[in-house]
């Protein structure tokens, strides 16, 4: 089945600055790549997401980026601000009765 | 629309006696999923349902875990007996449609097994 890797498992940045999760996922079939965002005491929010046929999707302060021959996705964050800190998760689907696979998970901390 | 419910938002037990979480979700969604969270483990699935009928459950750790639907509006998570390795924030989360489509996750349940 499917295996979602992401890195850092934490990350520390200062405000202003840009941050870059990555994960990388292990089935060739999968064509859609979900990120969440939660913070504490909630539950994860969808935040933006991209499908295989696109490259790059931006919106607003954040991005993500899909490399589909090397397997890997990225969530960029710019102009980092407090209430970026959370926990980011991406994920991983394909089409038909199979799950959602979550990666490990993100915690962002941006320092003011 | 108020988003998924879940209730309670923290429970405390002790070893061996049951628990039963609970959840709506939002009116109009056909599909529900149960999800544990740990640091372990992170997030995993552990049963999904469609339209109040239980498509897989593959996830589910054990026999002691069981979950019903009995209609579009409410679904409880329940273990028995209860175990401290049970013990983990339970999410239902809730989706007009199946993977691609948004997953809309309640506030979770916080479980702790003394």
């Known amino acids: 089945g499917e295996n979602v890797e992401q890195h850092p498992s934490t990350l520390s940045v200062q405000e202003g600055d840009s941050a870059v999760i990555k994960c990388t996922y292990s089935?060739?079939?999968?064509?859609?790549f979900p990120w969440y965002k939660q913070e504490l005491g909630k539950g994860p929010q969808l935040i933006i997401d991209?499908?295989?046929?696109?490259g790059e999707k931006k919106d607003q302060r954040i991005a993500v980026t899909l490399n589909k021959t090397a397997k890997h996705f990225s969530l960029h964050i710019t102009e980092t601000q407090p209430e970026d800190s959370a926990v980011y998760f991406c994920a991983a689907s394909r089409s038909g009765n199979t799950p959602l696979v979550f990666g490990k998970g993100t915690r962002l901390s941006v320092i003011a | 629309d108020a988003g998924v419910i879940q209730s309670p938002r923290h429970e405390v037990t002790e070893m061996g006696q049951e628990v039963t979480l609970r959840c709506k979700p939002i009116s109009g969604h056909d599909y529900l999923f149960w999800y544990r969270q740990t640091m372990m483990r992170g997030l995993e699935l552990l049963i999904y349902?469609?339209?109040?009928?239980?498509?897989?459950d593959s996830g589910m750790p054990e026999d002691r875990f069981s979950a019903k639907m009995p209609n579009a509006s409410f679904s409880t998570l329940k273990i028995q007996p209860s175990e401290p390795r049970d013990s983990a924030v339970y999410f239902c989360a809730s989706s007009l449609g199946l993977w691609t489509d948004t997953q809309y996750f309640g506030p979770g349940t916080r479980l702790t097994v003394l």
């Open positions: 089935d060739s079939a999968s064509n859609y």
């Open positions: 991209i499908r295989s046929n696109v």
């Open positions: 349902f469609n339209n109040n009928v239980p498509i897989d």
